[in-house]
Every structure is written in structure tokens, then in C-alpha cells.
């Protein structure tokens, strides 16, 4: 008598795919109540405490502040109504609802320390009432002052990231080049680009050019260095096959070792980045009489310390863009790792 073979059964789930962290497992449902109204609320909040202590501040700097306050507590009605009915809204309110209730919190939290109950002095650190209102009545200096920054900035990093990417392909592909290079890249590179003022003052015919300088120096050093060492660990057999079917040095610099060096080369891109913000600012403070970083010297100078902090989320705001435009750049050219690294 044949025994039956036992059956077993298969069940298949279907999953959502996951954007930007996001959970899309019910794309129908709508934020919850709480959800919708935590950001007007913590801004009624951050009102409420504002309007408790204006008493203690000019009537022109709390005016600005509460017509903020009163636009964002519109603004997220309006959205929260249209989520409703916009599938991808609803998806960024979910991510973003939390952030912006904090912010909206730290603001009241931040009234209360400065404005309040006055535990931090002044004038060193004003309410935000005052640090919007520095942000609009000098907002045509600070607009100039930004733009200032950019081209210089862009000057400095331009020239830094082509001398970088010239002697880090020389240094990683040729051992002559590598054997004089990294002497003078091991003495040169550690020493803060801040460091040469001074000389850089003395030689440079401008103020623009030495802070330029300074600049592309401090992008120079990682991005040679990154550039270097992706160069020289190309794998062997890449550059085997490539010279089996007949490709020349420039083939295997241009072809092989430069596209397999791509991500140690944005490394090195990020790095000097980041190098390049911290000089900028120093560089203006010095001696470039525009800028960003001349802007909070001369504010601090008159101790108007409402415009230091109205500069710094300007340059919050500044090189967090400019940051994420090379993230943007890195993803469209390193297709095959978009969004291992997200900012």
C-alpha cells in the first residue's frame, strides 16, 4: 500500500518597497490625527511662550516673529489637508512631521532660556525673534555676502580639485613621480591650509587670490591623496586584459585606472569639501572684504550678535546645499552605490 507524499504549501507575500526610509507597506491610509497636528501645535506653543515674555523686546522684532509662527501654523493646515489626497506628500509629512515639530519646540525652548528667563547673557546670545529680524533688514548685505562666498569658494575648490586629480593620477600611476611626490605630499599635506596666511598674505597680489589659494590648497591634499590611491589599486587584471587587447598607457590611464579610482576619487571630493568650508570662513575673516566670514567678523565687531547667528544659517543653509549637490552629482555617476551613503 503507497504511502501519500506529504504536500507542502507555499505562501507569497507581497511587500511594499521602502523609499528613502520611509514605510510604504499602506500607501491608502492617511497620517494620523496626532501626526497632523503636531506641527501646528508645538508652533501655537512656540507662540504662546514668545507672546508670555515679548514684553521684554522691541515690538518690531516680535511683529516678524509672529507673522513666522502664524505662516507655518497655516502652511501645515494646508498640507495636512492635502496630504489627503497627494500620495508622495503624505509620504514626505511622515518622514519630515517629527523634524519640524522639534524645530518648532526648540524654538520655544529657545525663548524661554534667552528671552525668558535671560539665562544666557546678552547681548552674546538674543531670542530668535531678533536673529529673524537681523535676517531681514540686512538680507540685501547678507545676499551679497553669500554671493561673494560662492565665487570664491567655487574659485578655490575648481583649482584645487584639477591640481589634485592631475598629481593624484601622476603619484598613483608613475613610481618616479611617486618617489619624488609623496615626500613633498607627506611634509606638505598635514599642515592646515590656515597655517600659510601669513606667507600667503605677503605673496599673493590680492586678497581674493590668497584666500583662493588657501582654499585649493586644503581641497589639494585629499583629493590627491584619495586620487593616488585608488589609481594605484587598480586590480592587475583589469589593466592585463586591457593590455592583451592592445590598449596604450593613455588607454589604461584614461579608461581603466581613472574609472576603477571614481570612488575613492569622491572621497576625496567630500573631503576637501568640508576642508574647503573651514578655510573659506577663516580666509574672509582675514582679509577678503566680502564674504560670509567677513560678515560674522564685522557683525561681532559692533557686537551685534543677532547678525552672527543670522549669517550662520546662512551658511548652514549655504554648505548643506552645496554639500548635497555633489551628493547628487556622486549618485548620477556612481549609479551602482545610490543611496549607500545618503545626506
Given at each position: 500500500?503507497?504511502?501519500?507524499?506529504?504536500?507542502?504549501?507555499?505562501?507569497?507575500v507581497?511587500?511594499?518597497?521602502?523609499?528613502?526610509?520611509?514605510?510604504?507597506?499602506?500607501?491608502?491610509?492617511t497620517?494620523?490625527?496626532?501626526?497632523?497636528?503636531?506641527?501646528?501645535?508645538?508652533?501655537?506653543?512656540?507662540l504662546?511662550i514668545?507672546l508670555?515674555?515679548s514684553?521684554?523686546?522691541p515690538?518690531?522684532?516680535?511683529?516678524?516673529?509672529?507673522?513666522?509662527?502664524?505662516?507655518?501654523?497655516?502652511?501645515?493646515?494646508?498640507?495636512?489637508?492635502?496630504?489627503?489626497?497627494?500620495v508622495?506628500?503624505?509620504?514626505?509629512?511622515?518622514?519630515?512631521?517629527?523634524?519640524?515639530?522639534?524645530?518648532m519646540?526648540?524654538?520655544?525652548?529657545?525663548?524661554?532660556?534667552?528671552?525668558?528667563?535671560?539665562?544666557?547673557?546678552?547681548?552674546?546670545?538674543?531670542?530668535?525673534?531678533?536673529?529673524?529680524?537681523?535676517?531681514?533688514?540686512?538680507?540685501?548685505l547678507?545676499?551679497?555676502?553669500?554671493?561673494?562666498?560662492?565665487?570664491?569658494?567655487?574659485?578655490?575648490?575648481?583649482?584645487?580639485?584639477?591640481?589634485?586629480?592631475?598629481?593624484?593620477?601622476?603619484?598613483?600611476?608613475?613610481?618616479?613621480?611617486?618617489?619624488?611626490?609623496?615626500?613633498l605630499?607627506?611634509v606638505?599635506?598635514?599642515?592646515?591650509?590656515t597655517?600659510?596666511i601669513?606667507?600667503a598674505?605677503?605673496?599673493s597680489?590680492?586678497?581674493?587670490v590668497?584666500?583662493?589659494?588657501l582654499?585649493?590648497?586644503?581641497?589639494?591634499f585629499?583629493?590627491?591623496?584619495?586620487?593616488?590611491?585608488?589609481?594605484?589599486?587598480?586590480?592587475?587584471?583589469?589593466?592585463?586584459?586591457?593590455?592583451?587587447?592592445?590598449?596604450?598607457?593613455?588607454?589604461?590611464?584614461?579608461?581603466?585606472a581613472i574609472?576603477?579610482a571614481?570612488?575613492?576619487?569622491?572621497?576625496?571630493?567630500?573631503?576637501?569639501?568640508?576642508?574647503s568650508?573651514?578655510?573659506?570662513?577663516?580666509?574672509?575673516?582675514?582679509?577678503?572684504?566680502?564674504?560670509?566670514?567677513w560678515?560674522?567678523s564685522?557683525?561681532?565687531g559692533?557686537a551685534?550678535?543677532?547678525?552672527?547667528?543670522a549669517?550662520?544659517?546662512?551658511?548652514?543653509?549655504?554648505?548643506?546645499?552645496?554639500?548635497?549637490?555633489?551628493?547628487?552629482?556622486?549618485?548620477?555617476v556612481?549609479?551602482?552605490q545610490?543611496?549607500?551613503?545618503?545626506?
Open positions: 500500500m503507497s504511502r501519500a507524499a506529504p504536500q507542502t504549501e507555499l505562501t507569497f507581497r511587500t511594499q518597497p521602502e523609499s528613502d526610509g520611509v514605510d510604504l507597506t499602506d500607501h491608502r491610509s497620517l494620523s490625527w496626532r501626526a497632523q497636528l503636531a506641527v501646528p501645535l508645538a508652533a501655537l506653543v512656540a504662546a514668545h508670555l515674555f514684553k521684554r523686546a515690538a518690531v522684532e516680535t511683529h516678524s516673529y509672529k507673522l513666522l509662527i502664524y505662516e507655518i501654523v497655516g502652511v501645515s493646515i494646508v498640507l495636512a489637508i492635502a496630504q489627503r489626497f497627494w508622495p506628500l503624505r509620504f514626505w509629512m511622515h518622514h519630515m512631521c517629527p523634524i519640524f515639530t522639534a524645530a519646540l526648540f524654538l520655544a525652548v529657545w525663548d524661554v532660556v534667552t528671552l525668558g528667563f535671560q539665562l544666557l547673557p546678552l547681548p552674546y546670545f538674543p531670542g530668535p525673534a531678533a536673529v529673524l529680524r537681523s535676517l531681514i533688514s540686512d538680507r540685501a547678507l545676499l551679497d555676502s553669500t554671493w561673494h562666498s560662492l565665487a570664491l569658494l567655487l574659485s578655490g575648490y575648481t583649482v584645487g580639485v584639477l591640481v589634485g586629480l592631475i598629481s593624484g593620477i601622476c603619484i598613483g600611476w608613475s613610481a618616479p613621480v611617486r618617489y619624488w611626490g609623496m615626500p605630499l607627506k606638505v599635506g598635514p599642515i592646515p591650509a597655517a600659510w601669513p606667507l598674505m605677503v605673496v597680489p590680492s586678497a581674493f590668497c584666500a583662493a589659494g582654499i585649493a590648497l586644503a581641497v589639494w585629499p583629493v590627491t591623496m584619495l586620487t593616488a590611491s585608488g589609481i594605484s589599486n587598480t586590480r592587475a587584471s583589469y589593466l592585463d586584459v586591457a593590455r592583451t587587447l592592445g590598449a596604450g598607457r593613455t588607454y589604461l590611464i584614461s579608461r581603466v574609472p576603477a571614481v570612488p575613492n576619487i569622491f572621497i576625496g571630493l567630500f573631503m576637501g569639501l568640508g576642508a568650508f573651514l578655510t573659506l570662513v577663516v580666509a574672509e575673516s582675514v582679509g577678503v572684504k566680502s564674504g560670509l566670514g560678515y560674522v564685522w557683525a561681532q559692533w551685534e550678535y543677532g547678525k552672527v547667528y549669517a550662520l544659517i546662512i551658511m548652514a543653509a549655504f554648505f548643506s546645499t552645496v554639500m548635497t549637490l555633489l551628493f547628487k552629482v556622486r549618485d548620477h556612481l549609479v551602482w545610490k543611496g549607500m551613503i545618503k545626506w
